[in-house]
């Protein structure tokens, strides 16, 4: 890990340059928060002299359409503020975490060569810590990707899961059965390297001058917050909006399909699920996916948490950003 006195939490360039930016990560669960704090920090940045645009941190709000499941800034927030990785991918096109993080980090390089602050916000720890950290993937190879792909569509899931775990013990329990491209990514890459490994590694700041900040939710508030919020896209049109893609090929799309809501719908639409049905689904899959997601960014002991419910956030963000000691 860094030191406090490293140029990854300073800003000073390597050759001692003039000091870069700082890069702002804004995480927490769904419903925290995190895009409108986002929008007022950008905005209070700016009043200031420094000026700031968001970078979406979302690994399902890159597809053009996918807005009410997402809960995408809106057109009038980004007019507030610049929104980049946004409505930039068809939901027909496979987006991957290695994709992502080139995208991220050329936005990111580009924001801070012209003297503006990214505020990076959302996504996984597996997305943040990629754009974030001295993270390599291994590489792909068409070939081997398509040959798994016939055995999955051949023998299904659960068999390509035990071959998986026969080959990779470790993988058990960090990979879920049902997680098909998963599972095809990961033994394409036993294929290729020899070896796989299910965990994230040591974290390392490849990027400089970083500050990591996570919104803290009572559980049983996050919850509430979970419910209402699919309960309102519900109401804002989520089913509608999934036959519209439908039309545009969601189904065909890997990635797109699988987000949390519009798995959902499809199943729905597929006579699978009532709308009740869907709607509790979702709301059981978003609440697995915010604890999970939580347990892992708890494990970062970089990053400073916040109370979600705190009146003046872009204050004391700023003023960590600004220290004499880069806030450390």
Do not use: C
């Amino acid at each position: 890990m860094t030191s406090p006195l490293s140029p990854a939490t300073t800003g000073a360039s390597a050759d001692g340059a003039r000091p870069v930016p700082p890069l702002v990560v804004l995480i927490g669960p769904t419903a925290s928060g995190k895009s409108s704090l986002a929008i007022q920090l950008a905005r209070s940045l700016d009043a200031s002299g420094h000026p700031a645009e968001i970078v979406n941190g979302d690994s399902m709000a890159i597809y053009a359409g996918m807005d009410i499941g997402t809960a995408k800034p809106s057109a009038s927030d980004r007019a507030l503020v610049p929104h980049h990785l946004v409505d930039v991918l068809e939901v027909t096109q496979t987006s991957t975490v290695a994709d992502f993080q080139q995208l991220a980090r050329e936005v990111i390089a580009r924001l801070r060569s012209s003297g503006r602050i990214p505020i990076l916000v959302g996504g996984s720890s597996l997305y943040v810590r990629a754009v974030i950290d001295d993270f390599e993937f291994p590489g792909t190879d068409p070939q081997v990707r398509a040959r798994w792909e016939r055995e999955l569509a051949a023998h299904g899931a659960a068999a390509l899961y035990e071959e998986l775990v026969r080959r990779a013990p470790q993988a058990r329990g960090a990979i879920e059965p049902a997680n098909s491209r998963r599972i095809v990514r990961a033994l394409e890459v036993l294929e290729l390297t020899g070896h796989y490994s299910p965990h994230l590694p040591p974290p390392h700041y490849l990027l400089v001058n970083v500050h990591q900040f996570g919104l803290v939710v009572d559980r049983e508030e996050m919850d509430r917050r979970i419910e209402e919020r699919v309960h309102a896209m519900f109401d804002a049109g989520l089913v509608d909006e999934v036959r519209r893609l439908e039309g545009r090929g969601l189904r065909r799309g890997v990635t797109a399909a699988r987000a949390l809501g519009y798995q959902q719908v499809l199943a729905m639409l597929d006579g699978q699920l009532d709308q009740q049905g869907a709607i509790r689904a979702t709301i059981d899959g978003t609440r697995r996916f915010a604890r999970k997601q939580l347990g892992w960014f708890r494990r970062d002991p970089r990053i400073e948490w916040l109370p979600a419910d705190g009146t003046d956030l872009p204050q004391r963000i700023a003023a960590r950003l600004f220290a004499p000691d880069g806030g450390h």
